[in-house]
């Protein structure tokens, strides 16, 4: 019967995992959260993503980190390669209202 | 039968029915992501596909315990959530949401309270939580605290309604299933009770079978016992029988043996009678030869005694004819003397008168005096010829009265020779019969006499062949003689024989 428990509480995670992915995987298209990982991901990001053809539109609550509209298909891949983790931007991950431009 | 077994029936028929709608939501997310041209369609597609594959998993191990009902209501409640992802941003992404209803609606096929509550829970919980956290995620415009109450509000009126139809269920369900249990302990004991009398039966058919397999030894045994005895009885009616003519047989043996001598001795006699009358044959041969020469002579006689009587009655019938001539002239006579008769009568009466006459006439003389003397004279005169008259009417009165009784005895004597001459006739006529008869007698008697010497010829033969017989017989005697001795033997091995059977017989 634990071990039932146990499937029963994965499936509640599992709920609960896709509902934050839900709430944090970037949207297609719309304003992304770009959280640099590292000090050097971070120098240069706002030019990097403009150069993936983002624009940025305000900041993160995290250091460095960016909020920026764009593709998430042609920010994605080059993001990640940087180092830079891209998420949906949630009010309560940006910088109050003015967070977001 | 455990109560909860009918619910885990129906929450197993809930769960395989769960189960293919979680994975039917796989392409019609991918339809609608396809019609709507969401980048997101694989990924709903993907997450629909990843939440069906536990409950899928517990269902195919028939997994329908409490753990498995939760992991089941909370796949359910996520399912309508990706709907609302899908279409996020979407005029009708308000309109997803009555999936959740629907889905809260299904945990009523678990039969579980506690699944509802989890189901209910975790609409409401991530419902609040994307309401603060991602509000275009709960509603298309922004994050609206009352609305978020209100459709709480809805869900929890829904949860209760549900919770009291899941209840009614379930003790409906409990109630019938210990119903259905004491039915099936009803029907245990009535089959019990049914095995019982089955077996009862089974022992009432194996005695009825016993009982008529005893009725049919017994039955057996009694015609055995019959058939001994009519074995018996007929052994003894056999021994009576056989016995008797066995005996009789036996007595007859020595009977024929003992007659066997007087036999012989019969033989012997026989055939002295047997020459003796052959002797006595040829004796009589003779005296028959000499009887048909005297018959002959006898029939010769005969023969003239009835030419004489038809000789004599020819006589006899001439005299009668002759005397019946006589007979017309004899009544002649007779008439004619009662003629004169008659005659003489009137003669007597005119007489009678003439004397009356005479006698007046005297009278009267006498009284006229003596002038008519004479007259008186003539009177008398004619008186005494009235007396000479009658006196000679009497006469002949006498005459024809001797003449009319000569005439009766010739009328009778001619009666009685007529009557005579009839009885001659016939006597001659049954003389001649009788001659005609004896003929015919002695014809038969030389017809007779001639058979009876052919008879003593045949019987002579009939003497000749007897006494060939005699020879033969005494022959057949001895070998009779033998046969009598050899059944006189027989007969005591048939008495033997006959008794071993007998006795047998019984003994079977």
Same mark, same amino acid.
């Given at each position: 019967m634990g071990n039932r428990w146990g499937l029963a509480a994965a499936q509640l995670a599992t709920v609960g995992f896709m509902m934050l992915a839900g709430v944090f995987a970037p949207p297609a298209r719309g304003d992304m959260l770009a959280i640099p990982l590292t000090t050097a991901s971070a120098h240069g990001l706002a030019a990097g993503l403009i150069a993936v053809g983002a624009i940025p539109v305000g900041k993160g609550q995290f250091d460095g980190a960016l909020v920026v509209r764009g593709d998430r298909e042609r920010l994605a891949w080059p993001m990640i390669a940087r180092g830079v983790l891209l998420l949906a931007a949630p009010d309560f991950l940006c910088v109050g209202q003015g967070g977001r431009a | 039968m455990n109560v909860e077994r009918p619910m885990e029936t129906i929450r197993l028929a809930g769960a395989r029915m769960l189960m293919w709608l979680f994975w039917l939501n796989v392409p019609a997310l991918m339809l609608i992501g396809w019609l709507l041209k969401s980048p997101d369609a694989e990924v709903g597609a993907l997450a629909a596909a990843l939440l069906a594959l536990l409950p899928t998993m517990m269902v195919r191990r028939r997994d329908i315990s409490a753990p498995a009902r939760m992991t089941l209501a909370v796949t359910s409640v996520a399912i309508p959530a990706l709907y609302v992802f899908l279409l996020r941003g979407h005029a009708w992404q308000m309109d997803m949401h009555m999936g959740f209803f629907a889905a809260l609606a299904a945990q009523t096929v678990l039969l579980d309270r506690r699944a509802l509550l989890v189901a209910a829970g975790v609409t409401a919980l991530h419902h609040l939580i994307l309401n603060y956290s991602y509000p275009a995620w709960v509603f298309a415009s922004e994050g609206d605290l009352p609305r978020v109450l209100v459709h709480a509000l809805v869900v929890v009126i829904q949860t209760l309604m549900l919770w009291w139809i899941v209840s009614l269920l379930t003790q409906t369900i409990r109630l019938q299933t210990?119903?259905?249990?004491?039915?099936?302990?009803?029907?245990?004991?009535? #089959? =019990?009770?049914?095995?019982?009398?089955?077996?009862?039966?089974?022992?009432?058919?194996? =005695?009825?079978?016993?009982?008529?397999?005893?009725?049919?030894?017994?039955?057996?045994? &009694?015609?055995?016992?019959?058939?001994?005895? &009519?074995?018996?009885?007929?052994a003894d009616a056999l021994e009576a029988r056989l016995g008797a003519v066995v005996g009789d047989l036996g007595q007859l043996a020595g009977q024929l043996s003992a007659s066997k001598q007087w036999l012989f001795d019969l033989l012997d006699h026989t055939t002295q009678r047997s020459a003796e009358l052959r002797k006595a044959h040829a004796r009589a041969d003779g005296d028959v030869r000499a009887v048909a020469q005297d018959t002959e002579k006898l029939a010769t006689s005969i023969s003239g005694v009835g030419g004489s009587a038809s000789h004599t009655r020819d006589h006899a019938l001439r005299g009668a004819m002759a005397t019946r001539a006589l007979t017309p002239e004899v009544d002649i006579l007779s008439a004619t003397v009662d003629s004169a008769s008659s005659i003489v009568a009137l003669i007597s009466q005119i007489a009678a008168q003439s004397r009356t006459l005479s006698l007046n006439a005297g009278i009267e003389a006498a009284r006229s005096g003596s002038e008519v003397r004479g007259f008186a004279?003539? =009177?008398?005169?004619m008186k005494s010829l009235a007396a000479q008259t009658a006196e000679a009417t009497r006469q002949i009165d006498i005459y024809l009265q001797d003449i009319r009784r000569a005439a009766d005895s010739v009328s009778g004597a001619i009666d009685v020779a007529t009557q005579s001459a009839d009885t001659i006739d016939r006597s001659t006529a049954g003389i001649v019969d009788d001659v005609a008869e004896q003929i015919r007698a002695t014809g038969e008697i030389a017809a007779a006499t001639e058979e009876m010497a052919?008879?003593?010829?045949?019987?002579?033969?009939?003497?000749?062949?007897?006494?060939?017989?005699?020879?033969?017989a005494q022959s057949a005697m001895g070998?009779? #003689? =033998?046969?009598?001795?050899?059944?006189?033997? &027989?007969?005591?091995?048939?008495?033997?024989?006959? &008794?071993?059977?007998?006795?047998e017989l019984r003994a079977a």
């Amino acid at each position: 019967m634990g071990n039932r428990w146990g499937l029963a509480a994965a499936q509640l995670a599992t709920v609960g995992f896709m509902m934050l992915a839900g709430v944090f995987a970037p949207p297609a298209r719309g304003d992304m959260l770009a959280i640099p990982l590292t000090t050097a991901s971070a120098h240069g990001l706002a030019a990097g993503l403009i150069a993936v053809g983002a624009i940025p539109v305000g900041k993160g609550q995290f250091d460095g980190a960016l909020v920026v509209r764009g593709d998430r298909e042609r920010l994605a891949w080059p993001m990640i390669a940087r180092g830079v983790l891209l998420l949906a931007a949630p009010d309560f991950l940006c910088v109050g209202q003015g967070g977001r431009a | 039968m455990n109560v909860e077994r009918p619910m885990e029936t129906i929450r197993l028929a809930g769960a395989r029915m769960l189960m293919w709608l979680f994975w039917l939501n796989v392409p019609a997310l991918m339809l609608i992501g396809w019609l709507l041209k969401s980048p997101d369609a694989e990924v709903g597609a993907l997450a629909a596909a990843l939440l069906a594959l536990l409950p899928t998993m517990m269902v195919r191990r028939r997994d329908i315990s409490a753990p498995a009902r939760m992991t089941l209501a909370v796949t359910s409640v996520a399912i309508p959530a990706l709907y609302v992802f899908l279409l996020r941003g979407h005029a009708w992404q308000m309109d997803m949401h009555m999936g959740f209803f629907a889905a809260l609606a299904a945990q009523t096929v678990l039969l579980d309270r506690r699944a509802l509550l989890v189901a209910a829970g975790v609409t409401a919980l991530h419902h609040l939580i994307l309401n603060y956290s991602y509000p275009a995620w709960v509603f298309a415009s922004e994050g609206d605290l009352p609305r978020v109450l209100v459709h709480a509000l809805v869900v929890v009126i829904q949860t209760l309604m549900l919770w009291w139809i899941v209840s009614l269920l379930t003790q409906t369900i409990r109630l019938q299933t210990e119903e259905r249990q004491r039915s099936e302990g009803l029907r245990k004991e009535a #089959d =019990a009770a049914k095995e019982r009398a089955e077996v009862a039966l089974a022992e009432l058919e194996r =005695a009825q079978t016993i009982a008529t397999r005893q009725r049919g030894i017994e039955e057996a045994a &009694r015609r055995a016992e019959e058939a001994t005895e &009519r074995r018996r009885l007929v052994a003894d009616a056999l021994e009576a029988r056989l016995g008797a003519v066995v005996g009789d047989l036996g007595q007859l043996a020595g009977q024929l043996s003992a007659s066997k001598q007087w036999l012989f001795d019969l033989l012997d006699h026989t055939t002295q009678r047997s020459a003796e009358l052959r002797k006595a044959h040829a004796r009589a041969d003779g005296d028959v030869r000499a009887v048909a020469q005297d018959t002959e002579k006898l029939a010769t006689s005969i023969s003239g005694v009835g030419g004489s009587a038809s000789h004599t009655r020819d006589h006899a019938l001439r005299g009668a004819m002759a005397t019946r001539a006589l007979t017309p002239e004899v009544d002649i006579l007779s008439a004619t003397v009662d003629s004169a008769s008659s005659i003489v009568a009137l003669i007597s009466q005119i007489a009678a008168q003439s004397r009356t006459l005479s006698l007046n006439a005297g009278i009267e003389a006498a009284r006229s005096g003596s002038e008519v003397r004479g007259f008186a004279v003539v =009177a008398s005169e004619m008186k005494s010829l009235a007396a000479q008259t009658a006196e000679a009417t009497r006469q002949i009165d006498i005459y024809l009265q001797d003449i009319r009784r000569a005439a009766d005895s010739v009328s009778g004597a001619i009666d009685v020779a007529t009557q005579s001459a009839d009885t001659i006739d016939r006597s001659t006529a049954g003389i001649v019969d009788d001659v005609a008869e004896q003929i015919r007698a002695t014809g038969e008697i030389a017809a007779a006499t001639e058979e009876m010497a052919r008879h003593i010829a045949e019987a002579a033969s009939q003497a000749e062949a007897l006494s060939l017989a005699l020879a033969e017989a005494q022959s057949a005697m001895g070998e009779t #003689d =033998a046969a009598a001795t050899a059944l006189s033997s &027989r007969s005591q091995e048939l008495q033997e024989t006959v &008794r071993n059977v007998l006795e047998e017989l019984r003994a079977a």
